[in-house]
């Protein structure tokens, strides 16, 4: 059974949470016209931190402006409204989701709605299962591909693409997995159904490249930063699916999935099939931003209470 936070944070004003509805006649609910993020916050030693607000943000309105879905908040006020949503349900260490979506005002595909604006906040442990950060997953190949290229753009992180992600994630559980992991149009290795990919090659990080039909991930962004700057290569590359049971490690990474290792796809172990040495580096370097064992030179931490 689900527990629910007390408020949130709904058209501009805090409420409770049974009193933040939407009718069942909105746009959204039928067509998938919605655009969210979700970002998490870490209890850190300078207080409780968001991180990357401002990136995640942009990325909503960036996800607005490819469906020309007109916002009426600016970025500072969604910013007030995250931390406001995070201290009225007195929440440290949590996960934020912010969703704009098309409301009630007409049945048509083009049909000019207003759109609503929501922030919820809720405690959140590791996505993809207790212990998987260590243990990791195991992972297949689903047998969804993406969508193609100037179908449904990838790089909108919106209501709709998740019907591809549903179909990949359900699949994946339904046969024992712990994730799918998604081929491109082409063949080619894309994404998880939430999470970016990882493989880990010679001591190089390799990832699939922006054109693979994918979000690009704030999560996948950080870990290219901090490699980079821990003298790790990182290549941005097509991949063959093949490249999957060749690698010395794989992972998986994203706000919510973290960095979680996969230790098998398709039943093939992955090295020894236990957490890779360059998978728990890049792990260390991530957490080490929470913990500040990793300095934040990029102003990534927002604190809660501004
Ligand atoms: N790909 C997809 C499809 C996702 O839903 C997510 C989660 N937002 C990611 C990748 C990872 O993105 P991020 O690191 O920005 O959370």
Known sequence: TQTY???IWHNGAIKPWAEATTHVMAHAVHYGSSVFEGIRSYKTPRGAMIFRLQDHLRRLFNSARIYAMAMPYDQAQLTAACRAVMQANK???????PVAYL???GFGLAA?????????ARPMGAYLGEGVLEQGIDACVSSWQRFAPNTIPAGAKAGGNYLSGQLIA??????????GIALAHNGLLSEGAGENLFLVMDGALHTPPVAASLLNGITRHTLITLAEQ?????VERDLPREYLYLADEVFMCGTAAEITPIRSVDGRSIGNGGMGPITRRMQRLYFGLFDGSTADQWGWLEPVTG
């Open 5 to 7: 936070p007390e408020f």
């Open 91 to 97: 929440l440290e260490a949590a996960y934020l989701r």
């Open 103 to 105: 409301g009630l005002g």
């Open 112 to 120: 000019d709605c207003p759109t609503d604006v929501a922030i919820a």
């Open 170 to 179: 359900r699949e994946a559980r339904r046969l024992g997995f712990g994730e």
């Open 230 to 234: 821990a003298g790790i290569k990182v």
